[in-house]
């Protein structure tokens, strides 16, 4: 489906089952349409990869007691880790620390290697949100930070892809059984979207639907099971995860 | 097509095109056979994800003057790095050394998580060869390995799975234009297949064709434009590729 409306009016859209239908081609819909509120909202799609870039808000990256890095920091996370929107964030039972960490996600559309800042927007298929979740535990005991940041559950993303979105200065909040714990501005990423999109494929091709996790901002904290945690980028919408103990 | 014979009377077989055919089902065949000297091969798959472990013999640890870690250290390598047996390594032009390293490579089957070391070998599909290429410069400078290990082209695998194999005791060995750089055996890996596949499956889901690399041993070393770099595992065959620079 897709999400239309604005604000409080927001409606599912059936798309037709039809196969020529891609996410670069505009849809055909069926007519039938219910309230956003009336729908189960399923991971938006399944990234071939997701790369991340830690410390790119300098007051997060100072709150962990590090130095802002001069380049940006590039590491991967599993798509194993991804879920969708309500989807509950296990704590695994080896962890005794485990953060959330709001995130502006950009999905890729067309991709490609060494594509330059000025052409990056025209690779970019739309935005959503990321919850980068993080065991500080073991990202502390490891050096790498795949495990700790690797665990299934670890990657929520959603709620739906925004495909007509200005990413360049918009307020991100994540706020943990209502408490407000992160607020910042896109406006404050060191690497722009643009800037890491030109990093990172000179590095590695970007295929159509990869995704980038631009940094969280400062306010990270641990999560406890029986929490929610609801991050909120305004004009993409909320994602929210309840948190419970993996067994 | 599948590899048939042994030692220098290797022939590849056609498999039918048969849309029943699974890595999973014994393959229908065309009669249709070739010396194996008469074919080029690709890449034998492209797994969704690439989990490699770190510092896991003893010798190569040292050799960087690393501890040897208590628990495998985890990281991931992109599967936009993967090339096939003959393809090339292309040197980036933002590394001033870019080293070898021979690894035996687990090809995941069945997959799934908390899979126990006793019954983790029911849960593998076959074994390859690796070159898990990486940027010395860039691993030391980052912290993170994403991006030193990640390069386009810097994950050769193949030349083949080979599903009727025992890894516990095979020689490794690397040549870099005939001159033996790597020499060791499976043996030594500090953390065996059946371990790494209990610790990694514990963290996230493994999915069939998901590859796990085990580590390198001692003697790796940098390879210029030009050279050859040739991985050879007792019963796997071997793995070369020529290295270029990319300009």
């Given at each position: 489906a897709a999400i239309h409306g604005e604000g409080d009016d927001l409606v599912a859209v059936e798309i037709a089952n039809?196969?020529?239908?891609?996410?670069w081609t505009d849809p055909t819909f069926t007519g039938t349409r219910w309230p956003l509120a009336d729908v189960r909202l399923l991971t938006p799609f399944l990234p071939p990869k997701i790369v991340c870039i830690g410390r790119n808000y300098a007051e997060h990256a100072t709150e962990l007691g590090n130095e802002v890095p001069e380049a940006p920091i590039m590491f991967l996370k599993p798509n194993t880790a991804v879920i969708g929107p309500g989807a509950e964030i296990k704590l695994p039972p080896d962890s005794s620390r485990v953060d959330f960490e709001a995130e502006l996600a950009v999905v890729i559309g067309v991709g490609g290697r060494d594509i330059p800042a000025e052409r990056a927007m025209a690779s970019v298929l739309g935005y959503t949100i990321a919850n980068d979740v993080t065991a500080r535990d073991q990202q502390k005991a490891d050096g790498q930070w795949t495990r700790a940041k690797g665990h299934d559950t670890f990657c929520p993303l959603g709620p739906w892809i925004e495909?007509?979105?200005?990413?360049?200065?918009v307020a991100i909040r994540t706020e943990l059984d209502g408490e407000v714990k992160q607020d910042s501005r896109t406006?404050?990423?060191?690497?722009?979207v643009p800037a890491l999109i030109e990093y990172i494929s000179a590095v590695m091709t970007l295929r159509p639907l990869d995704v980038i996790l631009t940094g969280t901002p400062a306010g990270v904290g641990p999560m406890e099971p029986g929490q929610t945690v609801s991050i909120t980028i305004e004009g993409l919408g909320t994602l929210s995860n309840p948190v419970v103990q993996r067994v």
């Amino acid at each position: 489906a897709a999400i239309h409306g604005e604000g409080d009016d927001l409606v599912a859209v059936e798309i037709a089952n039809d196969p020529n239908t891609t996410p670069w081609t505009d849809p055909t819909f069926t007519g039938t349409r219910w309230p956003l509120a009336d729908v189960r909202l399923l991971t938006p799609f399944l990234p071939p990869k997701i790369v991340c870039i830690g410390r790119n808000y300098a007051e997060h990256a100072t709150e962990l007691g590090n130095e802002v890095p001069e380049a940006p920091i590039m590491f991967l996370k599993p798509n194993t880790a991804v879920i969708g929107p309500g989807a509950e964030i296990k704590l695994p039972p080896d962890s005794s620390r485990v953060d959330f960490e709001a995130e502006l996600a950009v999905v890729i559309g067309v991709g490609g290697r060494d594509i330059p800042a000025e052409r990056a927007m025209a690779s970019v298929l739309g935005y959503t949100i990321a919850n980068d979740v993080t065991a500080r535990d073991q990202q502390k005991a490891d050096g790498q930070w795949t495990r700790a940041k690797g665990h299934d559950t670890f990657c929520p993303l959603g709620p739906w892809i925004e495909t007509n979105f200005d990413p360049s200065d918009v307020a991100i909040r994540t706020e943990l059984d209502g408490e407000v714990k992160q607020d910042s501005r896109t406006s404050l990423l060191l690497h722009d979207v643009p800037a890491l999109i030109e990093y990172i494929s000179a590095v590695m091709t970007l295929r159509p639907l990869d995704v980038i996790l631009t940094g969280t901002p400062a306010g990270v904290g641990p999560m406890e099971p029986g929490q929610t945690v609801s991050i909120t980028i305004e004009g993409l919408g909320t994602l929210s995860n309840p948190v419970v103990q993996r067994v």
